[in-house]
């Protein structure tokens, strides 16, 4: 295969996006953006990635989107359940007592940590279903944080995706017009053949 092409009209954002944002929303009811640190968590976490993401001495709420755990499969439309990890931290010098306990100056983590679960916890997320919490764990992060006391929360929220709601927009026009992909594979002798795959939104 020497090459493909996609052309996509445009995208915007679905039913995964809307939960993300509604997770971050839910957070800062409690904990407040001007004391807190709201960020999404990449992929994979180094050092200097988590000294970027908790600058500064503010506690830390990180959100970071895990899979989508198929439940049942019907005509159309995927259902399963949307794993999240949020992780609640304090980064500061001294002893892991007061980062995990708290002193004088702030709140500690293993205070914090059961406050998210709990606010998240039974949380009814409209319109998907009601929020699940299944995990508070410790979080071992010696290889990328001397200086920060880390638990994770785990969180699932239902979720239903269909391909025509998903490729519509809200005000109803349609998301996109069509979908192509153009194949070219190198054959013997030099010779190429191309194929070409077309789509077309049934809700044009």
């Known amino acids: ?91 500061m010098p001294g002893k892991p007592e007061e980062r995990y306990f708290g002193d004088a100056v702030g709140v500690g983590v293993l205070t914090l940590a059961p406050i998210a679960a709990a606010i998240l ?15 508070i764990a410790n979080v071992a992060a010696d290889e990328w944080s001397d200086d920060s006391s880390i638990i994770s929360v785990s969180v699932q929220i239902p979720i239903a995706l269909t391909l025509n709601a998903l490729l519509q927009n809200p005000g109803g026009a349609s998301l996109f017009e069509e979908m192509a992909e153009t194949w070219v594979l190198g054959g013997d002798g030099g010779i190429t053949t191309t194929y070409n795959s077309d789509w077309e939104n049934p809700n044009v």
């Open 1 to 91: 295969m020497s090459g493909s092409s996609s052309s996509l009209a445009a995208v915007l954002p679905g039913d995964v996006v809307a939960q993300g944002k509604a997770i971050i929303a839910r957070l800062k009811l409690t904990f407040p953006a001007n004391k807190f640190q709201h960020k999404v968590l990449p992929p994979r976490i180094d050092k200097i990635a988590w000294k970027e993401l908790t600058t500064g001495a503010q506690p830390f709420i990180g959100r970071g989107f895990q899979r989508i755990s198929r439940l049942k499969e019907e005509m159309g439309t995927f259902r399963g359940t949307a794993n999240w990890i949020v992780l609640v931290a304090v980064r």
């Open 121 to 135: 916890h039974g949380w009814v997320a409209a319109p998907w279903g009601t929020a699940l919490v299944t995990d």
